[in-house]
């Protein structure tokens, strides 16, 4: 039986056991997905006790995507260096390789929407651990990326590591939405409460909007920008396609995105 995982604290809610066993049902793979949550100061002999137990894979999760980058032992790959985290650990290869699968999760997320980001202008809401991943991943794709956050210093300084970006306040997404094509919000406005981090004003019918907001599924935001018009990704996508990207790293697989999404969808 092949083993994967997740590694974070607290990981009781996740809902990646679920999406990923999911796919193994479907693939007719022989392999389960288990939850761990080890002490920090522990990591390192858990990711090495890890291979050492024939583990193939791990995402990680808050609070460790950070300090997994730091590990002698894990190799992380160009892309997670340059996002600050590592989000899966892959133990399948001679080395234990350490990649991020957000940034990549974000981009299928939108292509699946017909989201065209080559040349887009993009306005991203938040410079947080998910808005580093988002902002290198639009970059990646070919978007100029207009970064806006409520304490702007981090904008200015993620956008310094970012191709084509810059950074803003927050209250600058007024002025940047008109001339924008896509908006992510990457903060976590809007969880549990009914808030939106942009005026619903600012909002148009040319927008195409994603929240990394999955609960609630259609969060204030979202509800406002199917009222301007726009096309609307809620948060399951982001969840669903970093999965994805992980288990066709681990797997070498092609994922059964549809029974993911619903595994996933009817626990939202
Ligand atoms: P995550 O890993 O989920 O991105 P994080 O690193 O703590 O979490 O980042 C949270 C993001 O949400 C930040 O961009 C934060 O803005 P600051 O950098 O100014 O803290 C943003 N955020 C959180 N609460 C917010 C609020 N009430 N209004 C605006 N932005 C908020």
Same mark, same amino acid.
């Given at each position: ?7 974070? &604290? ?6 990646? !056991? ?30 090495? /006790? ?21 590990? +002698?032992?894990? $190799? ?10 590592? &989000? ?31 040349? $887009? ?6 410079? /947080? ?33 970012? !191709? ?19 908006? #992510? ?9 009914? #808030?939106? !981090? ?7 019918? +040319?927008?195409?909007?994603?929240? $990394? #907001? ?48 619903? $595994? ?5």
């Amino acid at each position: 039986m092949d083993l994967f995982g997740l590694i974070g &604290n607290p990981v009781g809610h996740s809902l990646s !056991p679920p999406m990923h066993e999911a796919a193994y049902d479907e693939l007719g793979l022989d392999a389960r997905y288990l939850t761990f949550e080890p002490d920090p100061e522990n990591l390192e002999r858990a990711i090495d /006790g890890a291979q050492a137990l024939g583990i193939r894979g791990l995402n990680v999760t808050i609070p460790f995507k950070q300090d997994v980058l730091a590990l +002698e032992s894990v $190799a992380a790959d160009d892309l997670a260096t340059r996002i600050g985290a590592v &989000n899966t650990i892959d133990f399948t290869g001679q080395e234990i390789t350490g990649h991020n699968t957000d940034a990549i999760g974000v981009l299928r997320a939108l292509r699946d929407h017909d989201v065209q980001l080559e040349g $887009a202008t993009a306005v991203l809401v938040g410079a /947080g651990g998910a808005g580093r991943a988002v902002a290198f991943g639009l970059a990646d794709a070919g978007a100029t990326v207009h970064i806006a956050n409520r304490t702007a210093s981090k904008a200015e300084e993620l956008a310094t590591a970012v !191709p084509n970006a810059r950074g803003y306040e927050l209250e600058a997404v007024s002025d940047l939405l008109p001339e924008a094509d896509v908006l #992510v919000n990457a903060t976590s406005v809007g969880m549990e409460t009914d #808030v939106s !981090p942009v005026p619903a004003e600012a909002l148009h019918d +040319e927008l195409a909007v994603m929240d $990394a #907001v999955y609960r609630p599924l259609e969060t204030r935001l979202l509800r406002e920008a199917a009222a301007a018009g726009a096309t609307t990704v809620d948060g399951a996508w982001m969840l669903l396609y970093q999965g994805v990207e992980a288990l066709e790293l681990w797997t070498g697989e092609s994922a059964p995105v549809s029974r993911m999404d619903e $595994a996933l969808r009817s626990r939202l």
